[in-house]
């Protein structure tokens, strides 16, 4: 238990650049305290003492503004940062080395007894505001962006955002040219880095893709017309570019030049 207790502390300060020494992370912070009460409660629950599981859970969510279920299952090292919002259902079940920001929610989207909850595999961070619901499994190595809804399961290593939740990029990069999120110093707070990729502007994009074609096209059908003798305008129409769009970050996404379908970023 107290060897427990002792990774609980040790991963704050591999996580939490905020931590000054051991006695201000025991007195002061609230996803520690929440931990050490759902360890007692957890084994209560156990024991078979559950509405004494209950009631220290409720006093726990009272002091922390941290709901964890007794009937939860939760690995080593795991860190609730700032901690406020925090819910995690009864059937849910949560690795080694997972991380977990203000606001979050492992939920059940079902009133049927039995798994509801999802699966955290080892590794795994959620950003603020992140909602996980349903019997999902999320793989190793996953990170969940700041307020993403994700309903379905999400592979090891895979970064999600957005409602509903989309992979953005798979471990190694492959995807979005990212770092492998278990690598070391690849940690990043709220499940973002620096270059990820905005799904949206890069819907966007591609439509702008699309409609760059269609005017490149009609160009060349207007100037066809007008050597024939008909009376066309074929003047060239200009292009949209994604700067013209004001601040949506659509400049530093990839495109591809209009007619040819080669990569232009």
């Known amino acids: 238990m107290f060897e427990r207790l002792?990774?609980?502390?040790?991963?704050?300060?591999?996580?939490?650049?905020?931590?000054?020494?051991?006695?201000?992370?025991?007195?002061?912070?609230?996803?520690?305290?929440?931990?050490?009460?759902?360890?007692?409660?957890?084994?209560?629950?156990?024991?078979?003492?559950?509405?004494?599981?209950?009631?220290?859970?409720?006093f726990s969510r009272w002091l922390t503004g941290i709901e964890i279920h007794?009937?939860?299952?939760?690995?080593?090292?795991?860190?609730?940062?700032?901690?406020?919002?925090?819910?995690?259902?009864?059937?849910?079940?949560?690795?080694?080395?997972?991380?977990?920001?203000?606001?979050?929610?492992?939920?059940?989207?079902?009133?049927?007894k039995g798994k509801r909850h999802p699966t955290l595999g080892n590794n795994v961070v959620v950003g603020a505001g992140a909602?996980?619901?349903?019997?999902?499994?999320?793989?190793?190595?996953?990170?969940?962006g700041s307020n993403?809804?994700?309903?379905?399961?999400?592979?090891?290593?895979?970064t999600v955002v957005g409602i509903p939740g989309r992979i953005?990029?798979?471990?190694?990069?492959?995807?979005?040219g990212l770092d492998?999120?278990?690598?070391?110093?690849?940690?990043?707070?709220?499940?973002?880095?620096e270059n990820m990729p905005d799904p949206v502007a890069l819907a966007i994009n591609r439509i702008l893709d699309h409609l760059h074609t269609l005017d490149h096209r009609m160009d060349e059908n207007s100037h066809a017309l007008k050597t024939l003798g008909a009376q066309v305008d074929d003047t060239t129409i200009h292009e949209l570019a994604a700067e013209e769009l004001g601040d949506l970050g659509l400049a530093n996404q990839p495109r591809q030049n209009p007619g040819t379908g080669t990569d232009n970023s």
Not at 82 to 106: F, K, N, R, S
Request: net charge neutral; aromatic share 8%.
């Open 148 to 158: 993403a809804v994700v309903l379905k399961d999400i592979p090891a290593g895979a």
């Open 6 to 58: 002792r990774e609980d502390i040790r991963c704050v300060f591999d996580r939490d650049p905020a931590a000054r020494h051991r006695f201000e992370v025991v007195t002061t912070y609230p996803g520690v305290h929440a931990l050490i009460l759902h360890r007692l409660a957890h084994a209560l629950w156990g024991m078979g003492l559950r509405w004494v599981a209950r009631l220290l859970a409720y």
């Open 180 to 193: 492998a999120p278990g690598a070391a110093g690849s940690f990043n707070a709220y499940g973002t880095t």
């Open 70 to 112: 007794p009937g939860a299952t939760i690995g080593r090292r795991f860190f609730i940062d700032h901690g406020m919002g925090v819910v995690i259902g009864e059937t849910a079940q949560i690795g080694d080395d997972c991380t977990l920001y203000h606001g979050v929610t492992l939920g059940g989207t079902s009133w049927e």
């Open 131 to 144: 909602k996980i619901l349903g019997p999902l499994h999320i793989g190793n190595n996953a990170r969940v």
């Open 168 to 176: 953005t990029a798979l471990e190694g990069g492959e995807a979005a």
